[in-house]
T-cell receptor, first 115, second 112 residues
Framework: DAGVIQSPRHEVTEMGQEVTLRCKPISGHNSLFWYRQTMMRGLELLIY????????DSGMPEDRFSAKMPNASFSTLKIQPSEPRDSAVYFC?????????????FGPGTRLTVL | DAKTTQPPSMDCAEGRAANLPCNHS???????VYWYRQIHSQGPQYIIHGLKNNETNEMASLIITEDRKSSTLILPHATLRDTAVYYCIVRAIKAAGNKLTFGGGTRVLVKP
């Protein structure tokens, strides 16, 4: 298995532009998580899905952020409009839901820089 | 989920055992102790987890005190590639989800 796939790996954009981050979870996993990591705030959970349904989006910073999971093999995190404070590494992770003692597998992350 | 406390950093000599402590004094009976690590520029990686018994796998050992208020992750023979930030996380197993709450972790530097 290729693991969790994220694209792009690096994104540099200007303030005000729309940014879309993409994630392909591991096949067969039915939970998907979006995290953000900065030096100041560490690793924060933004939102997670179970069976393509958003369960907890309390970590989404504001309305400029939105996430979708149209099917079991694809998810997007969109920032519109982007701001310099959104600069961070964004990680996607997936896991199985059944059983409970299930590890999360993280992707390599997308490093976002908003100028 | 219960809060955890870890030292911010520690050094370890290559080839020696690294013992990483974690305090979780408010842990509940249904909460597990998980350990993840994050090597520089990579996503976090699962290491091990346990409820109350000591656990061992190919990566590490987890020792949980009898009262479950603290635990120790042991890397038996640290290598330079074990340099990373290690996160201790306490999490209840819930049917609705299994999100992780990361704290500051312990930055471990393995020195030759």
């Amino acid at each position: 298995d290729a693991g969790v796939i994220q694209s792009p790996r690096h994104e540099v954009t200007e303030m005000g532009q729309e940014v879309t981050l993409r994630c392909k979870p591991i096949s067969g996993h039915n939970s998907l998580f979006w995290y953000r990591q900065t030096m100041m705030r560490g690793l924060e959970l933004l939102i997670y899905f179970n069976n393509n349904v958003p369960i907890d989006d309390s970590g989404m910073p504001e309305d400029r952020f939105s996430a979708k999971m149209p099917n079991a093999s694809f998810s997007t995190l969109k920032i519109q409009p982007s701001e310099p404070r959104d600069s961070a590494v964004y990680f996607c992770a997936s896991s199985t839901l059944a059983g409970g003692n299930n590890e999360q597998f993280f992707g390599p992350g997308t490093r976002l820089t908003v100028l | 989920d219960a809060k955890t406390t870890q030292p911010p950093s520690m050094d370890c000599a290559e080839g020696r055992a690294a013992n990483l402590p974690c305090n979780h004094s408010t842990i509940s009976g249904n909460e597990y102790v998980y350990w993840y690590r994050q090597i520089h520029s990579q996503g976090p990686q699962y290491i091990i987890h346990g409820l109350k018994n000591n656990e061992t796998n190919e990566m590490a050992s987890l020792i949980i005190t009898e009262d479950r208020k603290s635990s120790t992750l042991i890397l038996p023979h640290a290598t330079l590639r074990d340099t990373a930030v290690y996160y201790c996380i306490v999490r209840a197993i819930k049917a609705a989800g299994n999100k992780l709450t990361f704290g500051g972790g312990t930055r471990v530097l393995v020195k030759p």
